[in-house]
């Protein structure tokens, strides 16, 4: 009868698995001289392997099939820990039906050399009872080759005819969602959740361990989703959120009762999940999982099958009515909890600007951009291929200081947090209430005082680039004659839009623009006897409009002295003390608003134009 049983094995082992790949001029694989039920037979430290493998009278399902197979092989110490670690003092005491699937929990289709493992999940034949699809095997290959979190490959690739043998040090049980959130490092923060959410009453790790209220379907946050909730929470670790509030959280991603795979979801289901509130399902845009935030988490990962449920890794945790109803978030919070404004909040991290803006000891107001809006400005591309330094400014572009309402807005420049250049100089920012709230001419709120706990968002269509003088000249309409001076078809002024919108470094920037306000420009049309900028001579505009510029310098008030700054067009004499600048024919020019910091350089407005020697 012994006899007969090993016959039986080797042809079980022979034959029980299906090819990778039926392709006759594949590559023949590495082969060695016995199948693996010779090896197993033939190697003392398998003898409690083959004796389990016997006991289970495998061989009878599969009678008839070909293939290979990769088997991952406990030692007789293995089993001998593992049967101590359940309580059984035999292989025999061990259920039949159980001892099967544990043992094929083992082996996967298809030949896989330890050079081909990677990082990931693969399928084995074993089957859990929550569900008639097979058991998942977590595979870590950070440091050798770990199966599940608790078993090693010890000695790997014993090559046989019929697939390939890796010698373990440790029985791979039937995993339960618990183990698999223990196994991946992706689940760390996750088991650390978990943890701490429970009491002496309610243990989380043991009920996922378990099979009372299984089959669970679990929504896996993976750590950066963690790390994300922490950060628009303002907290720095799991330490700084109570552990009610967690496991409200945690049970919110549980949904007891259903082993709920991906062939299972339907946009529009819904499902109730332990904490009671219901989560939806969208499949529009891949797989993914409505909260009561509206951001929809994605799917990253589906169908991690256990003994107890089904696992599913997610981009994001989610949050219950609950918690949203009584969370305070910072302005890093309600990026992240509003759906269209992911792209922000992606911005924000790479930046390193979300730590910035949850600091509930400061107060900001921010004019947060939507993903459209971004889309426009990226324009094609991603948001990594710009530069870090470049994508912190233009968000700084869009944050000023102290909370600022709607209603608290006025027609003024302001102060934004971004900088020119390597200074501590902050860029301006226009505002304008003619026709709503807009912003340096080009973004419009569309979503006011959306408050948060450090201060006020306010939403807006369009990203606020790094402004140029041109753009301060055009937003504000102060300056609409100067626009049209320099803008004015078939004049040799034409260019000058195109030159002083060049950026901060590149010759001749930065510029110093003193910029005349329309009613300067009403009293030269008086004093010039004309109806407006066609009827000047394009000479004459061009020398007026050079004597307003200095190039390569950056002269902020406080750089102006007593003495003589050279334009483009002549040199202008300077009061400090009155704050007047005097042209070379002894017109005066009140400076009315001092340092319009722009990118590439600074605007001063004046109430007269100034002209060059006539």
Same mark, same amino acid.
């Given at each position: ?215 669970? &379907? =679990? %929504? /896996? *946050?993976? +750590?950066? !989703? $963690?790390?994300?909730? @922490?950060? #628009? ?131 900001? &107001? =921010? %004019? /947060? *951009?939507? +993903?459209? !809006? $971004?889309?426009?400005? @990226?324009? #094609? ?234």
């Amino acid at each position: 009868m012994k006899l007969l049983s090993k016959f039986l094995l080797v042809a079980f082992l022979a034959t029980a698995f299906l090819a990778c790949s039926d392709d006759d001029d594949a590559p023949t694989p590495p082969q060695g001289d016995l199948t693996i039920a010779g090896l197993v037979s033939e190697n003392d430290q398998f003898s409690s392997l083959l004796a389990a493998l016997e006991r289970t009278d495998l061989v009878t399902p599969f009678v008839g099939g070909s293939g290979d197979l990769t088997v991952f092989a406990p030692t007789n110490d293995a089993f001998s820990t593992f049967l101590g670690d359940n309580g059984f003092s035999s292989l025999e005491e061990v259920p039949e039906s159980l001892l099967r699937e544990v043992l094929l929990n083992h082996v996967v289709n298809g030949r896989v050399l330890a050079a081909d493992l990677t990082t990931g999940y693969v399928t084995s034949l074993g089957l859990g009872s929550a569900s008639e699809s097979n058991l998942s095997l977590f595979i870590n290959t950070d440091d050798g080759v770990r199966i599940n979190g608790v078993s090693n490959v010890t000695t790997a690739d014993i090559l046989a005819t019929n697939g390939v043998v890796h010698e373990v040090n440790a029985v791979i049980g039937l995993p339960s969602v618990t183990t698999q959130a223990l196994a991946n490092p992706q689940f760390s923060i996750l088991v650390e959740a978990l943890i701490a959410a429970s009491n002496d009453q309610t243990n989380y790790v043991d009920i996922l361990s378990g099979s009372e209220a299984s089959p669970f &379907t =679990v %929504f /896996a *946050p993976i +750590n950066s !989703a $963690f790390e994300s909730l @922490l950060s #628009g929470l303002g907290a720095s670790g799991l330490g700084d959120v109570a552990p009610a509030t967690l496991a409200t959280i945690l049970e919110y991603h549980v949904i007891a009762g259903s082993n709920v795979r991906s062939s299972d979801l339907t946009t529009g289901l819904t499902a109730a999940t332990l904490q009671g509130e219901e989560l939806e399902f969208d499949l529009s845009d891949g797989a993914q999982v409505i909260d009561a935030t509206g951001v929809n988490a994605n799917i990253a990962i589906v169908d991690v099958q256990t003994n107890n449920g089904v696992v599913h890794a997610i981009d994001k945790v989610l949050l219950p009515q609950q918690i949203v109803d009584v969370i305070d978030p910072t302005i890093t919070g309600l990026a992240m909890m509003n759906d269209d404004l992911s792209s922000l909040f992606a911005a924000l991290q790479l930046t390193g600007l979300d730590d910035v803006l949850n600091d509930r000891a400061s107060e900001y &107001t =921010v %004019f /947060a *951009p939507t +993903n459209a !809006a $971004f889309d426009i400005f @990226l324009n #094609g591309s991603a948001l990594g291929d710009l530069p870090v330094e470049v994508v912190t400014q233009v968000l700084l572009n869009h944050v000023l200081t102290g909370t600022a309402l709607s209603s608290g807005l006025t027609t003024s420049y302001t102060n934004s947090l971004a900088t020119f250049g390597d200074t501590e100089n902050n860029l301006s920012f226009y505002i304008n209430l003619d026709n709503g709230v807009r912003l340096n001419g080009v973004s419009s709120v569309t979503a006011p005082d959306n408050l948060a706990a450090n201060g006020v968002v306010h939403i807006v269509d369009a990203v606020i680039g790094l402004p140029t003088v041109v753009t301060f000249a055009t937003a504000d309409p102060n300056f609409s004659s100067l626009v049209s001076a320099l803008t004015d078809d078939g004049q040799a002024a034409q260019n000058y839009v195109e030159t002083l919108s060049t950026p901060n470094g590149s010759a001749p920037a930065p510029f110093t623009v003193f910029a005349p306000i329309n009613s300067a420009f009403d009293d030269l049309f008086t004093e010039l006897d004309v109806e407006g900028i066609a009827d000047i001579d394009p000479a004459t505009l061009t020398a007026a409009l050079n004597t307003h510029v200095v190039a390569g310098a950056n002269v902020r008030s406080s750089d102006l002295m007593d003495g003589t700054v050279t334009t483009l067009g002549a040199d202008l004499t300077v009061d400090a003390t009155a704050g007047t600048l005097t042209d070379p024919n002894g017109r005066v020019s009140t400076i009315a608003v001092f340092d319009v910091q722009a990118a590439n350089g600074v605007v001063h407005a004046i109430d007269t134009v100034l002209l060059p020697q006539l």
